[in-house]
């Protein structure tokens, strides 16, 4: 196996074990490893700190191992076996008012590239690094032979691999194929998932728990779900007794899933409508009071996907914020989110703030929310606390 030796006092990242080794640590690399190539990492003495995928970029190794251990079918499949457990442990798998939950949430299973979510009889496999792509076939088998529900692997990874890379990964199934399901239950609700075709793996079940609540504060509400994809938050509104739900997303395909989820659950429901319009924009026309809203959910993509985006992202964050809070009825309540994964949640809450005080309206924080435990984050590696939400009360 390819040594990577690191540079004097670099090793103490690895030794508190945080999964990633960034290229700039790097002494010397004693062979030419190909990328995704399993590799050792050694400290400046030559003692041995840990195994994992090499790759060209600045994340350097993906570490899958800190003890010298065999890395081999079985070794996967005791990963696999042991994040599959933990769910089941904490009811999280497959159930009749549940079929979709995230089985393997990347470094927060020591899976580092590697990300699954599950719908019903399907798992869906999505590779970030060419390590995770190369085991494709081995992680396919492991995953259909722990968790007995699943029967089809899908693979997802087009978009999720880097470019660069000389490899050309296919979407399809590994093992299975296409059911007729193409629907998942979520706290018995329904929702078309096409994993074909949609963003992601299909759903965001990153938010059931947010939903949730939401739920529970939308009785006799108007409420606003701007970026609303497959209408997650708006369905839930409705099934609390909100008295009109209005969907936003410049979308057209994400406001034809909304209708056709709210339909599957509230067939005619004439309380609901959608609009495929800019956020920024709807936010700009609502001129009277009776437009504005009793609740908005501000659920937008990730405005930051590196660290050089930041700074643009934390203005995004706060345009948009100052939009909600002109735009939200006195007593109101605003739930909003940010997935980046660059964006701590310190710097969020201070966009969040700084929304406020321009809009001088009174706010307090009822909830600070995060991902549930099917997306855990592990204690060395806080960059996994990717989704970062705000529950306030605008006065
Ligand atoms: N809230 C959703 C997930 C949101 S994903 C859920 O619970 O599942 C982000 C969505 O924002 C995508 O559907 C995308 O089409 C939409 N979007 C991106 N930019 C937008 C913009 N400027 N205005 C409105 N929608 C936008």
């Not at 196996?1 to 690895?14: G, H, N, Y």
């Not at 700190?49 to 996967?76: P, T």
């Amino acid at each position: 196996m390819i040594t990577i030796q690191l540079k004097p006092k670099k090793e103490e990242s690895l030794q508190r074990f945080h999964p990633w080794l960034f290229s700039g640590a790097i002494q010397r690399i004693d062979g030419n490893p190909a990328e995704g190539e399993l590799v050792e990492i050694v400290d400046n003495n030559k003692n041995f700190l840990a195994l994992g995928h090499f790759q060209i970029g600045s994340i350097a190794v993906r570490v899958v191992s800190f003890e010298k251990v065999l890395i081999d079918d079985n070794f996967w499949n005791r990963k696999i076996q042991l994040a599959y457990s933990m769910r089941k442990s904490l009811g999280l798998v497959v159930t009749n008012q549940n079929d979709t939950y995230r089985l393997i949430h990347g470094e927060g299973d020591t899976l580092p590239g590697l990300i699954v979510d599950v719908y019903g009889d399907t798992a869906v496999m999505q590779a970030h690094s060419i390590g995770m792509h190369e085991i494709r076939q081995t992680l396919a088998q492991a995953i259909v032979d722990n968790v007995s529900e699943v029967k089809n692997v899908y693979y997802k990874s087009e978009t999720t691999l880097p470019f660069k890379a000389a490899i050309e990964p296919e979407d399809g199934y590994l093992i299975g194929s296409e059911t007729t399901q193409l629907c998942a239950i979520e706290n018995g609700l329904k929702f078309h998932v096409d994993w074909l075709r949609g963003q992601k793996t299909g759903f965001f079940v990153d938010q059931r728990e947010n939903r949730t609540l939401l739920e529970r504060y939308s009785k006799g509400k108007s409420v606003l779900n701007m970026f609303c994809y497959t209408g997650g938050f708006s369905v839930y509104a409705l099934r609390g007794g909100a008295k009109l739900v209005h969907s936003v997303d410049s979308s057209a395909k994400a406001i034809d899933l909304t209708n056709k989820n709210v339909e599957a659950n509230f067939p005619n429901e004439s309380l609901h409508q959608s609009f495929d319009e800019d956020a920024f924009k709807y936010l700009n026309n609502l001129h009277t009071l009776e437009q504005k809203y009793d609740v908005i959910i501000l659920d937008p993509p990730a405005f930051a996907k590196h660290r050089e985006a930041l700074r643009n992202a934390l203005k995004g964050y706060k345009r948009l914020n100052t939009k909600a809070f002109e735009q939200i009825k006195p007593g109101g309540i605003l739930f909003t989110f940010s997935c980046s994964q660059v964006v701590s949640k310190e710097q969020f809450r201070l966009a969040v703030f700084s929304a406020a005080a321009e809009s001088k309206r009174h706010v307090r924080i009822l909830h600070q929310l995060s991902q549930p435990a099917d997306h855990p984050i592990s204690i060395y590696h806080p960059e996994g606390e990717y989704l970062k939400g705000l529950v306030l009360w605008v006065e």
